[in-house]
């Protein structure tokens, strides 16, 4: 399985991005999909994910802010991401969940500066 993310790129404080990621590869049915982010000096941490049924979850300092949603035709998910704050800058990563295992994307960086 592999993962193209993409959509990262320079923001203001305010502002918005739309973040994509496309999953190829052998695959029956891709379990859940979702992001986390890693900022300089610090650990990755969990943004969002949404299972294959849609349900969501999200991590507390970006509920209300960012939206995630896939598009099971494509193999793709997305995160929307609005009202954009220097603390949401870092490298996002998209995941898949299949077959029990967990694959990740490239990482797309996200800056958020004025």
């Known amino acids: 399985v592999q993962l193209q993310a993409s959509g990262g790129g320079l923001v203001q404080p305010g502002g918005s991005l739309r973040l994509s990621c496309v999953a190829s590869?052998?695959?029956?049915?891709?379990?859940?999909m979702g992001w986390y982010r890693q900022a300089p000096g610090k650990e990755r941490e969990f943004v969002a994910v949404?299972?294959?049924?849609?349900?969501?979850n999200y991590a507390d300092p970006v509920k209300g802010r960012f939206t995630i949603s896939r598009d099971n035709a494509k193999n793709a998910v997305y995160l929307q991401m609005n009202s954009l704050e220097p603390e949401d800058a870092a490298v996002y990563y998209c995941y898949v969940k299949v077959d029990q295992h967990f694959y990740w994307g490239q990482g797309t960086l996200v800056t958020v500066s004025s």
């Open positions: 949404m299972s294959d049924g849609g349900s969501t």
């Open positions: 590869g052998s695959f029956v049915i891709i379990a859940s």
